[in-house]
């Protein structure tokens, strides 16, 4: 038998660098959102950041606090090619997730850990994959 259950990895790249951040936590909500979002502001105190996300209910929600050194952008509706972000998600899948069933929600997480800890340590395979020209050109103005 066959049983459906879910845990959500949430990301942040920097196409300038390939710096990525991510969490995997148990919903897509407001309140695992604001966790996301305080963690990606207190890893990088000293930094001002721009967040672009797409238009989901979650990264809207007037219940959000931004931390201070983080501001959101939104992508136009039904555009997820303009998000590096998703590239990131079509290379975790592939190479860490093709073909395969699991056992138990615990080693999916397992696998997860593993893709993302590997994205998360090879900056050079982030930065190639999120680096459109178009990007570093408006982040050079």
Partial sequence: ML????????????????????????????ECMQVFLDEVAERHPNENLIMIMDGAGWHKSLQLSLPDNLRTLFLPPYSPELNPQEH???????????????????????????????????????????????????LNF
């Fill in 88 to 138: 990131l998600w079509d290379e975790l899948r592939e190479k860490h997730f093709h073909n395969i069933a699991f056992n138990s929600l615990s080693a999916l997480e397992d696998t997860l850990v593993s893709g993302l800890f590997s994205l998360e340590n090879n900056p050079q395979l982030v930065h190639s994959i999120s680096a459109w020209d178009w990007i570093i050109n408006a």
């Fill in 3 to 30: 049983i459906h259950q879910y845990t959500y990895a949430y990301g942040a790249v920097s196409p300038l660098d390939g710096r990525l951040d991510s969490l995997i936590l148990p919903h897509v909500n407001t």
